[in-house]
């Protein structure tokens, strides 16, 4: 009877998986429990308390966020594309082509500009409309002479869609026998919106033959007084492991690209020691794949529209083989660092 009541006996919460004393218990399903449901204040969806920041940031409709072109503010998510729809929209910094494009204006411009074009062109835009109807009689009367060749050109085009097809289903096959890279180099897009906050990337190798590499980016952070995302590596069986040695001793040059329409980009680059990284042994109880966790920036820097576009991010990992002295390998990723993507 008094271990039934027992005040101190562990109770495990079936949210987080916590072990919990029995008197402490409902405080912290209501009040404490990480993974608890809470209501989002804008669109009052219910989600998991420690997700409820990547939802309000990447998912929430009634979120307000900024017009990435006229920088007008709280404009809810769920508004911005109708803001800067081309045909529709209402930002005066939409780029747009002129209405009389179908007939062979190529002016463009803002669409604040737009009707000062519109009524200083009139004689030109009318010439336009001429051609443009004395083209189309010509094409008229083509369609009726040739109408056979037409069908033959309609089948022709078929054939090349049909080839295309095959093409791009033949590309696929060929990126994923390549998946895993040999050159110590990952360009890794992630997807925000799957399910979670961890991501693992594709493995990669440093050299041919070298060792294979998996990363871990984990965006529900870790909060000392600041939030921040975390990045970790994880040194995995690989098929070149008979002729290397363990363990492994590097470093690695985790790149955060910038995404903004600018041509002054501003990545933000992290460089990480890699010190007797052991090689993860799946069959030994306890261990983890993924031995040490790094800061990489802090949460709502990375959750900033200057590196998330379209709910992707895109990361740079770049590590090489601790050859030279530690401050040899930094100097030379952050050489390749500064020569890499300039073009992309």
Known sequence: S??????????????????????TFVTHKNIDCPCRSVLCELCEEEVPYNNKLKHQVLSCELFPVGCPQCGQKDI??????????????????????????????THMDYRKNMSYHISHAVEYHNVLLMKFLQNLEKRL??????????????????NKIEQMQRAISMRDTVQNIFKEKYSGCLLWQIDLNSNGCVFISPSFYTANPGYRIEAQLDISGCQDSILYITFSLSLKEGMYDDVLVFPFSGACLVTVFDQMASNCKE?????????????????????????VCHKLMKAEDFF????????????EVKVMQAVQSQSQVKYSLMNQKNHSYLRQ
């Open 2 to 23: 008094h271990v039934t009541n027992c005040q101190f006996v562990f109770i495990n919460c079936e949210l987080c998986g916590k072990d919990v004393l029995s008197k």
């Open 76 to 105: 809810q998510r769920k508004d911005i594309a109708q803001h800067i729809d081309q045909a529709s929209g209402h930002c005066p910094l939409t780029l747009i082509s002129c209405q009389y494009h179908p007939f062979g204006c």
């Open 141 to 158: 009367e083509s369609i009726e002479q040739n109408f056979d060749s037409n069908i033959n050109l309609s089948s022709n085009i078929s």
């Open 267 to 291: 990545n933000y680059s992290l460089f990480i020691e890699c010190s007797q990284l052991q090689r993860y042994n799946e069959n030994c109880p306890g261990s983890s794949p993924f031995q």
């Open 304 to 315: 900033s529209p200057r590196y998330i576009k379209n709910k992707t991010v895109f990361l």
